[in-house]
Structures are given as structure tokens and as C-alpha cells.
T-cell receptor, first 115, second 113 residues
Framework: ETGVTQSPTHLIKTRGQQVTLRCSSQSGHNTVSWYQQALGQGPQFIFQYYREEENGRGNFPPRFSGLQFPNYSSELNVNALELDDSALYLC??????????????FGQGTRLTVV | QKEVEQDPGPLSVPEGAIVSLNCTYSNSAFQYFMWYRQYSRKGPELLMYTYSSGNKEDGRFTAQVDKSSKYISLFIRDSQPSDSATYLCAMSADSSNTGKLIFGQGTTLQVKP
């Protein structure tokens, strides 16, 4: 098991609601990346946070937003939920971006179902 | 067209077989190439990564990258039932292998005893 923990593990929300997902990074890591994995698909990059600043964003609308805290844990917020937002949300923690010969460790994910 | 293409399978092989998994890509800026394994209800775990072209071996696993053909492969020798999982290729054009990763769809592998 990695040291990356995500909460909650599962949740069900209604279309139009807002949701907050949480991720605690592995000890010694200061970078968190978020991915969305739809059923039967590979993960898609949402954004990355490094030392509390956004450090790159994928092709997701502004209703997907994030935060990173001084202890390097992170939140993913999704507003105005749509049915297509139903997916497994993964966070990955790593050390400084740009450092080679490293690895991003993934958490187990949060399974979000929008009804 | 997706940046990374991967046959979703499923692929079913008998125990002990050699497994070949492949991905093609279109972005010539990719320089880090990774293979992840994902068990059901788990997050992906890194198996191997390669920088630029070449081969890399780790136990029963061998990764190959051919940048001229934009084609990467993962070979699994002496496959075991515990290898049954989804295998994801991932690539990055960043200066490390922990930046924005572009994943393939994943190939589901079943190794039958």
C-alpha cells in the first residue's frame, strides 16, 4: 500500500450538487496531481498542485477546482455536478516536479456516482 | 485521434505464457514512458518507466520504447495468475515522469491457472 490516502472511498451525489474530495500525500512529498478515471478508460489529468500553487491543468472546465494546504494535503472540488462526472477520482503524490528518477504514488481513489 | 492508443482487450492467456502489451502514440514530445498495473478497486502502481528509447528489464518484466515508430511494449515472462490486472501505459512530455501523465485506455489481462 502507498502512503497516499483519499476520502471518502465512495459517495453518491445528485446532479447540480457540489462535492469535495480529499487527499493526504505521502510523507516527504510536496506535489499532488488529480486524475479522473471513467469506467473502462485510463486516468485523465485534471491538475497538479506544487507547494500550494496550481502547476499545470488538463482539459477540464473551471467547475473543477483544487486547493493544496501547507501540509501538502489537497482537495478537489467539483461544482454543478453532471452525470458524466461519475468516475473514479485518483490523486497521486510525488516530490518536486522536474526531479528525475522519481515516482508518483497513487491513492486508491474516490468512486463518485452522480444520479 | 487520442494521443495514446492502447487495445483494451481483454487478453486471456494460460499460466506461464509470455504476454505482450503495446501502445502507440502520436506526440513526438513524449520522453518518459511508463507502465502501470491496476488491480480492481485499487489505484495504479508503477511497474517500470523508461526515459527516451531503449529497453529496460526488471525481473519478469521488460519494457521497450521505439520512438522512431512511436510504439512502446511491455513483455511479461512466465505469467502468473497474480498478474491478472489492467495494464496502463502512460507518457509524459514534462521534464520528469511525475508531471502531466497521458494514459492509454488500459489492457485487461487474465492469466488462467
Amino acid at each position: 500500500e502507498t502512503g497516499v490516502t483519499q476520502s471518502p472511498t465512495h459517495l453518491i451525489k445528485t446532479r447540480g450538487q457540489q462535492v469535495t474530495l480529499r487527499c493526504s500525500s505521502q510523507s516527504g512529498h510536496n506535489t499532488v496531481s488529480w486524475y479522473q478515471q471513467a469506467l473502462g478508460q485510463g486516468p485523465q489529468f485534471i491538475f497538479q498542485y506544487y507547494r500550494e500553487e496550481e502547476n499545470g491543468r488538463g482539459n477540464f472546465p473551471p467547475r473543477f477546482s483544487g486547493l493544496q494546504f501547507p501540509n501538502y494535503s489537497s482537495e478537489l472540488n467539483v461544482n454543478a455536478l453532471e452525470l458524466d462526472d461519475s468516475a473514479l477520482y485518483l490523486c497521486a503524490s510525488s516530490v518536486d516536479p522536474g526531479q528525475s528518477n522519481t515516482e508518483a504514488f497513487f491513492g486508491q481513489g474516490t468512486r463518485l456516482t452522480v444520479v | 485521434q487520442k494521443e495514446v492508443e492502447q487495445d483494451p482487450g481483454p487478453l486471456s492467456v494460460p499460466e506461464g505464457a509470455i504476454v505482450s502489451l503495446n501502445c502507440t502514440y502520436s506526440n513526438s514530445a513524449f520522453q518518459y514512458f511508463m507502465w502501470y498495473r491496476q488491480y480492481s478497486r485499487k489505484g495504479p502502481e508503477l511497474l517500470m518507466y523508461t526515459y527516451s528509447s531503449g529497453n529496460k528489464e526488471d525481473g519478469r518484466f521488460t519494457a521497450q520504447v521505439d520512438k522512431s515508430s512511436k510504439y512502446i511494449s511491455l513483455f511479461i515472462r512466465d505469467s502468473q495468475p497474480s498478474d491478472s490486472a489492467t495494464y496502463l501505459c502512460a507518457m509524459s512530455a514534462d521534464s520528469s515522469n511525475t508531471g502531466k501523465l497521458i494514459f492509454g485506455q488500459g489492457t485487461t489481462l487474465q492469466v488462467k491457472p
